[in-house]
């Protein structure tokens, strides 16, 4: 077996591996503060779309780790962040998504009201990232293998504030787009999110599948040359058959 084809089943079977749904009761808590919130997408692609109806206030926060439901781990446990989405418009990088990494409040020094530190990983500047192109954004070193256009991210100095110590605990993650864009310049479809930990906590992954449930629409055609509808479902799975209706 090759070394690509173990990854690939290394992703499967690695502890972690999930799928959301976003009607779900996990779904929605997980974006309850997007604004507006993200749906289906009307072309039939499997992800969460995010399109931003106005300018100045909205913005997508996609929660993927809580600390209140996993055994504490810090900042220096934290080996890499990915994700895989892409961009309907991608007029300027500052339209397109990043992560926010924030760490538990002490009560001493606390960046924020309800956080101590916030890292902000994003994409930089001088990166062409092509309208529909379906990429992945990093940081840190991801040991799966991906066959998405990899697009490295960095530390945004600027933005990211607190003090950022490695011995910090990790409160929670998210993916987001920053509020003071122009209304329908955000139009992101969000498919997979996912971190590792470093070797000191076994290597332990998060894989997330975005799902919308939405159905997949083809066609068929029968011996005599008739043209029928395929409805599959979001595992691909064949719900018509043939002569059958919808």
């Known amino acids: 077996m090759s070394n690509h084809t173990k990854k690939i089943l290394q992703r499967d079977s690695q502890a972690g591996h999930t799928q959301i749904l976003l009607s779900s009761a996990e779904g929605i808590a997980s974006y309850s503060d997007t604004l507006p919130v993200p749906t289906a997408d009307p072309n039939l692609r499997e992800g969460w779309l995010y399109t ?26 934290l080996k890499s962040l990915w994700a895989v989405f892409s961009a309907d418009v991608a007029k300027n990088n500052l339209d397109l998504p990043f992560f926010n990494v924030y760490t538990t409040p002490t009560g001493s020094g606390d960046a924020g009201a309800w956080y101590h530190s916030r890292i902000v990983y994003c994409i930089p500047s001088d990166k062409h990232i092509g309208p529909g192109e379906e990429i992945q954004i990093e940081f840190g070193d991801n040991d799966f293998t991906s066959l998405h256009r990899n697009v490295k991210l960095e530390k945004d100095l600027t933005t990211s504030v607190g003090d950022q110590r490695p011995e910090e605990t990790v409160m929670t993650i998210a993916i987001a787009t920053s509020s003071g864009r122009t209304a329908g310049d955000v139009k992101v479809l969000f498919k997979k999110l996912g971190f590792q930990l470093s070797k000191d ?26 043209v029928f509808p395929l409805l599959l479902d979001s595992d691909k799975h064949l719900k018509t058959k043939p002569g059958s209706s919808p």
Do not use: C, W
Request: glycine letters at 10%; charged letters at 25%.
């Open 52 to 77: 931003n109806t106005a300018g100045g206030t909205q913005k997508a926060n996609i929660y993927f780790h809580s600390s209140t439901v996993e055994k504490p781990f810090t900042l220096k446990d």
């Open 201 to 226: 906590k076994d290597s332990s992954y998060r894989h997330i599948d975005l799902i919308s449930g939405v159905s997949k629409l083809a066609t068929g055609m029968t011996a005599d040359g008739k």
